[in-house]
């Protein structure tokens, strides 16, 4: 992709990025305007200028690559860079226009070809109406103050540069860089300079991918920093996080501002948010556990990074199914139109940068203990919030039957459930698609078996086994029909849970006393690693399908055993083996599956993928 590093009002230098690479045409419909700068902001775009001259339109269509993109342009057009930029090279979809400019992707070249068969004129307006009467969504970005005209004579073009000349087309564009919704935190105290950084990184030639990676490297240094158990450790590791969150903003401002939109970079950015988060977690362990506190941290950690995870999930899951509205939706909507309570909303889901900002303040001024203590409390008020409200959004209301998930919602939904060849097995005789049969038979799973798991008449007899069957066969009987049901997109979140619960509570109590030496018995770390490569497999689950790629394959999810197999081995291997062999089993069971999950992720992407669209993901703080 060319790359534009600055506006209209300065020089723009050109370069490479390495996510989307493709040729680009820019075919002028007649001879320019003499004087105008539009041939030389094409070039600077990335456009290679191609002018017609008595040649068929289709016949130089023909001659350019399938794969590449093709703009169509009225050599009268006055308007900012950032306006041709919006219309001609935005990746995200398949045709896009502004007055006088028409932006045609590879995926859009065929009803390009069939409209100028069809005898229309080589007139962008023109060629946009019929794409878009022929099926083809055609995105009409929005200016804001950005000028594209097509002026008839010399007295509206004078009108339109001087338009140009008022408006800092630079400034716009720094603007629209940063998320129209966002959190609190990030829009007041990161956006403000991070759009800069942004714009730096882009002037560079860095791509959105490279500071997605800077900030990961960043992030893993501040959880080294914390394992210290120092206070300068702890300190460091403070400003290390907000720098890695400054980064992280930078990343989707900078994909904003070049638009370099990938399916890879959103997802890198989304994984790689995950991965530094768990990983501080997973520091503040280390750093505790040095100071002789190790194992009830390392337990604060893995409940952390559960509850994230399951609260990830639920809004992925809430989002698949495409339901709710009601009454509640409608509240949401008038308190969305008072200020202040927008801002108060978007603080209590406790979004990545509040998060964040938390977790800094108390590592530097407190201990591991109770920064993730406090972070348990909050995380655990917002899901409450968040739960309650998409709860109300999905209960039917008065006199109706409630809003039902369609079928390919069913479809994403039953990709998140992720069960294998026991849910499947359990899931052969199909049930009645009762409203409520769903969420009642994964509650009742769960139920049973963290019963068995806590109660002190079963906890560590052969109860906990049949109870992990009666789990797998509750899990089955719930995906038994399809999940159209307005409450089966809880089905995700629960086995989740009680997944990742079982093993926190298995590996918490392993052994035949309390473990106080982390340098002897690693099973809550081996624990903590295990979960971690389970959500990494569930984080890969959702945020490919978000970032225009296909999810990981059936057979992946069967090939580890499913969520239901998972906790079967894991009672199995609490039951038979010493405190030390179970220890073992879950480290190589972790290994396991995270060289199995990652394989599969590292063969899709390096396979090769169509361009689309780079998700700028990360929690905006939107309230329940």
């Known amino acids: 992709m060319c790359r534009a590093g600055a506006g209209a009002s300065g020089p723009i230098t050109v370069q490479t990025a390495e996510e989307w690479v493709t040729l680009s045409t820019a075919m002028l419909t007649g001879q320019p305007v003499a004087g105008s700068p539009l041939e030389e902001e094409l070039r600077r775009l990335g456009f290679t200028v191609r002018r017609p001259d008595g040649e068929p339109p289709l016949a130089v269509l023909a001659d350019l690559p399938a794969g590449e993109r093709v703009a169509v342009v009225d050599p009268r057009f006055v308007g900012h860079t950032h306006s041709l930029r919006l219309a001609l090279a935005d990746p995200r ?324 459930t992720d069960g294998g060849v026991l849910a499947a097995a359990a899931a052969r005789w199909p049930r009645p698609a009762a409203r409520y049969a769903a969420p009642l038979w994964a509650a009742a799973g769960t139920a049973l078996l963290t019963a068995a798991l806590l109660l002190p008449a079963t906890a560590g007899t052969w109860w906990t086994a049949l109870a992990a069957a009666g789990y797998a066969l509750c899990a089955g009987r719930a995906v038994a029909a399809p999940l159209t049901g307005p409450l089966d997109w809880l089905l995700p979140p629960m086995f989740r849970a009680a997944e990742y619960g079982t093993v926190l509570i298995l590996a918490s109590g392993a052994g035949n006393g309390p473990q106080t030496d982390i340098a002897m018995n690693g099973t809550l770390p081996a624990g903590f690693g295990l979960v971690a490569a389970c959500a990494y497999h569930h984080y890969d689950t959702v945020y490919r399908p978000r970032n225009d790629a296909a999810p990981p394959p059936a057979r992946l999810g069967w090939a580890s055993g499913g969520h239901e197999g998972r906790i079967l081995v894991v009672v199995l291997a609490a039951l038979c083996a010493s405190a030390t062999a179970f220890t073992v089993t879950l480290a190589l069971l972790a290994g396991a599956l995270a060289a199995l999950w990652l394989t599969g992720s590292i063969r899709y992407w390096s396979s090769g993928r169509p361009g689309g669209a780079r998700l700028a993901h990360d929690e905006s703080g939107e309230p329940a």
Not at 179 to 197: I, Q
Request: glycine letters at 12%.
């Open 93 to 416: 979809f398949p045709a896009a226009a502004v007055p006088g400019a028409l932006g045609v992707q590879p995926a859009g070249r065929p009803a390009l070809e069939r409209a100028l068969a069809a005898g229309c004129p080589l007139l962008p307006d023109r060629l946009a109406g019929r794409l878009a009467a022929d099926g083809t969504a055609v995105h009409r970005p929005p200016l804001g103050p950005l000028v594209a005209r097509v002026p008839e004579g010399g007295p509206e073009r004078a009108a339109a540069t001087a338009a140009v000349a008022a408006v800092d087309g630079e400034a716009v564009r720094l603007r629209s860089a940063v998320k129209a919704r966002d959190g609190f935190f990030t829009t007041f105290f990161v956006s403000p300079y991070s759009r800069h950084l942004a714009r730096w990184c882009s002037r560079r030639g860095l791509t959105p991918n490279q500071v997605t990676t800077a900030s990961l490297v960043v992030a893993l240094a501040a959880a080294g920093c914390a394992a210290t158990g120092t206070r300068p450790g702890y300190a460091a590791a403070a400003l290390l996080l907000l720098g890695s969150f400054v980064l992280d903003c930078a990343d989707g401002q900078l994909a904003r501002y070049d638009l370099a939109y990938s399916p890879l970079g959103g997802w890198l950015d989304a994984v790689f948010d995950r991965a530094k988060e768990y990983a501080f977690y997973a520091g503040l362990a280390l750093g505790a556990a040095r100071g002789g506190d190790g194992d009830q941290v390392w337990a604060l950690a893995l409940a952390a990074m559960i509850l994230q995870t399951c609260r990830h999930l639920l809004d992925s899951a809430f989002a698949a199914a495409a339901t709710g509205g009601g009454p509640a939706a409608a509240l949401s909507g008038r308190l969305d139109r008072a200020g202040w309570t927008v801002w108060a909303r978007r603080i209590v889901v406790l979004p990545i940068g509040e998060r964040w900002a938390l977790l800094a303040v108390l590592t530097a001024l407190t201990t591991p203990r109770v920064t993730l203590t406090v972070l348990l409390i909050a995380g655990g008020a917002a899901a409450g919030y968040t739960t309650a409200g998409r709860l109300l959004r999905s209960w039917p209301g008065r006199g109706s039957g409630g809003p039902a998930a369609p079928a390919a919602a069913a479809r994403r939904l039953a990709a998140l």
